[in-house]
Structures are given as C-alpha cells and as structure tokens.
C-alpha cells in the first residue's frame, strides 16, 4: 500500500518530498501535472517510485473522463479537494490489489508515450518539409 497526503497547493511553496501535482479547476480538472499552476492539488508521496505509480493511475483515470461525474460549478467546472481525495483513494487501493499487472501497464504505456513524442516530431518535421516546398511556389 501507498502512502500519499493531497493538499491544495499554494503558490511559491516549495516541496522536499516526491510530489506530483492534479489540476482543479476546468474542463480539465484531475489532469496530474510535473509542474504546479495555480488552481491544482499537490500529492506528496514518500519514494520516486509511488510518485511515478501514482502519477499514471491519476493519469489513466483523467484520460478515461473518471472525474467529469465529479465536477461541481456552472460556469467553471472545479473538483473539490475531499471528493478528489476520496475517490482517488479509493482508485489506488482497487488498483494496488493487482499491482503486479500495474507496473506492467505502466512500462507499456511509457513506451507508447516515447513512442508518440517521437511520431509528433517526426509530423512536425514534415509539416515545416512540406511548407518549405509549397513556398518555393511564393
């Protein structure tokens, strides 16, 4: 089992344990980020290795739209912070009973991201190939 402790975080504090951070606010709300913004939640972790577990169950969950039943507000959607630490909890625990089956979908989905960093280069470089040709027209 895990031990983790969510926080909302607040501006310029600076965290010595391994920590990842959650977005709040928007349509986004339970994105995990790397790096802080001002409406996100900070999850503080007691190893690297729990931050980077975690980090993809929080990811898994918000790719899968888990959190859009959660969102409260009219105009801007928003998650709370108790409702986010429970189901979350919750999450982990069901996730943690299969751990071993966990880390292997983990190493999977770090190859897959690797390798769609580098098919978005390589579309990029023939985007600029191909404007580069089409203004030899100019």
Request: glycine content about 2%; overall charge positive; proline content about 4%.
């Amino acid at each position: 089992m895990t031990y983790h402790n969510v926080f909302t975080h607040q501006k310029d504090r600076v965290y010595s344990q391994p920590h990842f951070f959650v977005l709040s606010k928007g349509n986004n709300s339970g994105k995990p980020l790397k790096e802080p913004c001002p409406n996100c939640f900070v999850i503080l972790v007691k190893t690297e290795e729990e931050a980077e577990n975690l980090y993809w169950i929080a990811l898994s969950l918000w790719k899968s739209k888990f959190w859009y039943q959660h969102l409260v507000g009219s105009v801007i959607p928003f998650l709370r912070l108790q409702e986010f630490k429970s189901n979350f909890r919750d999450k982990v625990l069901q996730i943690y009973k299969e751990h071993k089956k966990h880390t292997e979908n983990v190493e999977k989905l770090k190859k897959l991201e690797s390798l769609s960093t580098i098919y978005s280069k390589n579309l990029d470089t023939i985007e600029r190939l191909k404007a580069a040709i089409l203004h030899y027209y100019l």
